[in-house]
């Protein structure tokens, strides 16, 4: 017998194989006599055990092992093919789903989003609200809306197609085809091995194989297969379809989880106990109770793993501990339980990748588990202590703003206990962070949902997330080199002393080929290129990479289709107290009222406006030739060219204001501050040019008080005697601006300019013409000023939506010398009242409208009447209060305290107090730069070091409560809490330009790899040796610094230079005169980065303000109606800017410079001084 007939016999007759076994079976049960009866009860018998066994898979590899031995590994690549295919078909139908579901909602994906293509218009076309201009933006939005229905209608039909593919590819008919073809295949290539021996006896009754047959049980295999092949198929696709649901329910509960949980953390970390000291009091409670002594001042438990426990173990926040013993005890015999090490994840962390999460905490339940049973083998009969420290299984730290983080054990919980579950395994830093979320600002009749608001509390100075970029190291340099070339030749050209006033200087709007400087200057901005090219060659592409954005990053797009949806908009508030949320026909109903309120305004033609425009226009380039013509030293400064700047160039497009309101939500009912900005006016520049001629006036008035700063300085200097009785007084001048005499306000400010100007006048010589303060000179600055104030005070006009108006009375705010002129009116009047001379007033001083006075008296009434009757303003309603105990004024309370003046820091009602958060993307130095500021602001509203420390206790609580990290503000206080303290009254020393070399940017994390004093010092010190070497005789061709001599035929653009500004040097032992970078003070300039900031909230919430307007617009033309009452929207600017908020750069005044010597607090937090009255009032 061969061997493979031997192998062949063996298998047949092997007891563990249960198919022939299975055949006797069949022949007993069925007790059919025709083999053809048996075969297909045997078939059917097969059939039936396997589709039993299948029934009660859960898995695709279950389903795999119910099949037939010999054909399993043959079936197991394509049915595994099949549980792919089925998942695949079963992702598409659900991609599918949820497209069709954003489509049909109006919510277009952000991939398939497309907008319309920039087209330039003239702003003036585009603002002017005709029904052509309103034509052209319809034509755009209507051919960018069929697009993207086009695209919409394309992609869903892109994924139903999708779908039909996978559809057709698990299609039972194409599955079996190819699976029965699998199993013949493998049946006809196994088919001789399954061959059993047939026996016969010859006549000696000796027993013989007579012949091979097939066995009946492999082919009622073969056949039973093939039969029971689309149960298979079918069981598959059921538990592919069973897993999607299971995972799209977990998905969507924890996506709700997370949801509800971020919305309610706001709520989890209100002011009270901080968190860590709610852990460290349970945690000392359960040592306790296990007599392991408690958590002492040193030990460092800032983030331990949290635990399964309990669902109604953790519901209760405050008695909640996280109990991380380690298994195991000390060899010393002393009992050691330190907590699992945990790396922190903050609000800056990056969030790991799902795979890894899952194979992560797969991996710790296995080790949990493992640790488990032999902590229990351990501790069998070791009594109960060692059994409550045994190690439960951890998790990674959670975080709401990633669902996917959430571990699945919150399916089986209630959503309450599921929320609870999230915020206690929540890390700490990340609950700190989210501490800014509370309400916010609405006007009568608007409701803001709960997650919405929380993103809105974050303030309008949110910044938000900006790729980071290595070019904008280069983009700044290249632009540095390009205005320092021109500084160079033209302080060679005019010298150092020629005069200049940054306030009139006009930024060129051509850019020129900078000049080409001499070789060895030229080579000193080649060595400032290789640093910078150095240094952005050492910033490693990984630190970048894993800069992301912070969790709490609004959702933009969800605020704006709230905003849109309910026609809402976001506005500041008077008084700075905070954003409000308002309706847009309420907005637009209330500024109507204001302007159709016939005695302060006038409405007029458009024909009518643009006369009186281009009468200003004429009048300001008549102004400008009159500079020009009659006054030398105002021409140098530039004030002609500034006269101009607004001038249009086809001399017929004015920019008007665009007359807005803001809330006032501290009054009841909200009423309404009018702003008419005028920045960009034809005739701001003569505006501003009175304003700072006024400011030398207003300084020297002494009943002016010119911020909190002045004020808390002459009330630190004061003495009152403490043997009278004395009175706090205070007054409001009720809308002050608009209730001025226009015309007797002008005359007034102009005497008062007149008699300063004259007495700072110098007699006339010869040489008057040249001498600034000549009287000669000074009579011609007179007449402009007199012509200065009258355009740029009268006739002013302001556009709502496409409708005019003229100011019929008073100052207007928003316009530059408004607060000047309104200061030096109401001086007049103190001035002729002599109220600083009263022997009953120890002090009095006005900030613009409000008044302030400490008077001597009897009495409350007499005080009061001693003020009342003593100060009076032409036009003008004072309303006066007066208190024997204390008062509010500016930021600060003021009051009496064993007879002494005292005062302290205080905070209007309503006021939000929206500081930067801490989740903002604004770089660290600029958040520790405002925190400075403020504990410089508070020292100054504090009287005494005692209320000091209470205010600045109040500040890192607001602090805390943005978000801060509590040690770092602890350091930011320790570190700076003193100086600002003993320097508040300190007079700051102003910096000057010719000094300062500036690198100008915007805020990116690059920065931090660059130092621009390195620059300076890199180029500066070439200049240098470069001079030391030349007046020697001593150059060089060391490539890596070269010291070269002049080469006479280089050409460089220096061709006119000052004498005095020649320096001699040596070359081939010859003198040559060449331009000495030591005479223009450069060589000893600070270098600085001077950075703008990114896109913020307060640019969005501009955006889809005028978003909201527009989508009227297009109403009323689509609808038919009254032309609507709206702001004008720069439809390609802004659309452009919605898309991709994150990567512009907003230019912006507000600039934050490194190393630079903080400047006013006033202007440097608005809420709190000058700019807050000015602008605001």
């Not at 299984?393 to 990633?402: G, H, I, K, L, Q």
Request: aromatic letters at 10%.
């Amino acid at each position: 017998m061969s061997s493979q007939y031997s192998a062949a016999f063996s298998r047949a007759m092997s007891p563990t194989l249960d198919a022939l076994t299975q055949a006797v079976v069949n022949n007993t049960v069925f007790g059919v006599n025709d083999e053809a009866g048996r075969h297909n009860a045997l078939i059917d018998e097969l059939a039936t055990v396997v589709i039993k066994k299948i029934a009660e898979c859960r898995s695709v590899d279950q389903v795999i092992d119910c099949v037939f031995f010999d054909y399993r590994a043959a079936l197991r690549e394509f049915l595994l093919n099949l549980a792919s295919w089925c998942d695949k078909r079963e992702t598409v139908k659900a991609s599918l789903e949820r497209l069709e579901s954003a489509v049909s909602a109006g919510n277009t994906p952000n991939r398939l989003k497309v907008k319309a293509p920039e087209f330039q218009l003239t702003k003036e076309f585009a603002d002017a609200g005709s029904a052509e201009a309103l034509r052209v933006s319809t034509t755009f939005s209507t051919a960018r809306d069929a697009f993207q229905k086009a695209i919409n209608d394309g992609a869903v039909q892109a994924k139903k197609d999708e779908l039909a593919f996978w559809d057709d590819k698990c299609a039972l008919n194409s599955c079996y085809e190819a699976a029965a073809l699998i199993v013949k295949a493998t049946y006809d290539d196994r088919k001789s091995s399954y061959k059993l021996p047939v026996f016969s006896t010859d006549n000696k009754g000796v027993r013989r194989i007579a012949e091979w047959v097939v066995s009946p049980q492999k082919k009622a295999e073969c056949s039973a297969l093939q039969t029971i092949l689309p149960a298979i198929f079918s069981h598959i696709k059921q538990i592919v379809n069973m897993r999607h649901r299971a995972l799209a329910i977990k998905i969507e509960k924890k996506r709700m989880t997370a949801a509800t949980a971020d919305v309610e953390m706001a709520d989890a970390t209100k002011p009270g106990p901080s968190i860590q000291s709610l852990i460290d009091k349970g945690l000392n409670a359960r040592l306790k109770k296990l007599n392991l002594g408690s958590v002492g001042k040193k030990a460092s438990f800032r983030n331990p793993s949290p635990i399964i426990l309990d669902t109604n173990y953790y519901s209760n926040y405050p008695d909640f501990v996280w109990p991380e013993f380690v298994q195991g005890s000390s060899t010393s015999g002393q009992e050691s339980w330190p907590f699992e090490t945990q790396v922190v994840v903050d609000a800056f962390a990056t969030q790991a990748s799902n795979q890894g999460f899952q194979q992560g905490r797969q991996q710790e339940e296995r080790e949990g588990e493992s640790s488990r049973q032999e902590q229990r083998s351990k501790g069998k009969g070791k009594g109960k202590s060692l059994d409550a420290r045994s190690t439960v299984a951890s998790f990674t730290s959670v975080r709401p703003a990633f669902p996917n983080s959430i571990p699945d054990d919150i399916l089986t919980m209630t959503k309450t206990d599921a929320v609870s579950f999230v915020h206690l395994h929540t890390p700490i830093s990340f609950l700190l962070a989210g501490q800014y979320r509370s309400s916010v600002h609405c006007s009568p009749g608007v409701s803001v949902p709960v997650d919405v608001a929380n993103d809105l509390s974050l303030g309008l100075n949110y910044m938000f997330f900006t790729l980071p970029s290595k070019s904008l190291i280069m983009q700044a340099w290249n632009d540095f080199q390009r205005r320092i070339r021109w500084r160079i030749y033209f302080l060679f050209k005019e010298g150092m002393n020629k005069p200049f006033d940054p306030d009139y200087g006009v930024s060129s709007k051509k850019k020129e080929k900078p000049p080409v400087l001499p070789q060895y200057m030229e080579l000193g901005l080649s060595m400032g290129r290789r640093y910078v090219q150095r240094t952005i060659a050492s910033i490693p592409e990984e630190a970048l990479t894993e800069m992301r954005k912070h969790a709490f990053s609004p959702k933009r797009d969800k605020i704006r289709k709230f905003l849109i949806d309910n026609n809402y908009v976001i506005t500041m508030t008077d008084k700075n107290l905070g954003l409000a949320v308002s309706e847009r026909d309420w907005i637009l109903r209330n500024e109507l009222n204001l302007l159709e309120d016939e005695r302060n305004y006038e409405e007029l033609e458009f024909e009518v406006a643009q006369e009186v425009m281009k009468s200003k226009m004429i009048q300001m380039q008549t102004l400008a030739r009159t500079v020009e013509d009659e006054h030398l030293f105002l021409f140098e400064l530039g004030l002609s060219r500034f006269f101009l700047s607004n001038v249009p160039e086809d001399g017929s497009s004015f920019k008007y204001p665009q007359f807005h309101g803001i809330p006032k939500i501290h009054k009841k009912p909200t009423g309404f501050r009018p702003i008419i900005p005028c920045h960009s006016v034809v005739f701001n520049p003569a505006a501003k040019f009175v304003s700072k001629e006024l400011k030398p006036i207003i300084k020297s008035t002494p009943s002016i008080i010119h911020g909190t700063k002045d004020l808390f300085t002459r009330l630190s200097q004061l003495r009152i005697d403490s043997k009278r009785q004395w009175y706090f007084v205070t007054g409001d001048v009720v809308a002050f601006y608009p209730n001025i005499p226009l015309d007797l306000c002008i005359e007034i400010v102009c005497s008062m300019y007149e008699e300063w100007l004259l007495n700072a006048s110098e007699e006339n010589t010869a040489l008057a013409h040249i001498n600034p303060n000549s009287l000669e000179n000074n009579l011609v600055k007179l007449g402009i000023f007199k012509r200065a104030i009258e355009i740029g005070n009268t006739q002013l006009i302001t556009q709502h939506g496409s409708r005019y108006f003229r100011q019929k009375n008073g100052l207007a705010m928003g316009v530059a010398d408004s607060p000047d002129l309104a200061n030096l009116f109401g001086a007049h009047f103190e001035i002729k009242s002599k109220i600083l001379d009263h022997p009953n007033v120890a002090f009095y001083g006005r900030y613009i409208d409000d008044c302030f006075a400490i008077v001597y008296a009897e009495s409350e009434a007499l005080a009061l009447n001693h003020i009342k009757e003593t100060i009076m303003f032409d036009g003008c309603v004072i309303e006066w209060a007066v208190s024997s105990s204390g008062c509010q004024f500016l930021d600060a309370f003021i009051f009496k305290e064993s007879g002494k003046l005292h005062w302290k820091p205080f905070v209007k009602t309503g006021n939000n107090r929206e500081r930067i958060p801490w989740v903002s993307h604004h770089p660290l130095d600029v958040k520790r730069g405002v925190y400075i500021g403020e504990l410089s602001r508070l020292a100054v509203l504090c009287s005494t070091k005692e209320i000091y420390i209470g205010a600045i206790r109040d500040l890192n609580a607001l602090y805390l409560m943005r978000g801060y990290p509590e040690n770092l503000v602890m350091s930011w206080c320790k570190k700076n809490i003193q100086e600002r303290w003993e320097k508040r009254f300190a007079l700051r020393v102003a910096e000057h330009d010719e000094s300062i070399l500036v690198l100008k940017t915007r805020f990116d994390q690059v920065w931090n790899w660059f130092s621009a004093a390195e620059l300076g010092k890199t180029i500066t010190e070439y200049w240098s040796a470069w001079y030391e070497h030349a007046e020697k005789d001593l150059y060089s061709a060391d490539s890596s610094r070269p010291l070269i001599k002049p080469d006479p035929n280089y050409v460089h653009d220096l061709d006119d230079v000052r004498p005095e500004l020649f320096t001699q040097i040596l070359v081939d032992g010859e003198t040559e005169f060449v331009p000495d970078l030591r005479k223009i003070g450069l060589l000893g300039s600070r270098w600085i980065v001077s950075r703008k900031r990114n896109t913020n909230l307060f640019d969005l919430a501009n955006v889809w303000k005028k978003t909201v307007f527009r989508k009227l617009d297009e109403d009323i033309a689509e609808k038919g109606g009254v032309v609507p009452e709206t702001q004008n929207v720069n439809e390609t600017y802004h659309s452009a800017l919605v898309e991709a908020a994150e990567q512009i750069s907003i230019e912006s005044d507000n600039e934050i410079i490194l190393h630079r010597r903080s400047i006013s607090q006033e202007r440097e937090h608005p809420e709190f001084g000058r700019i807050s009255k000015s602008y605001n009032r």
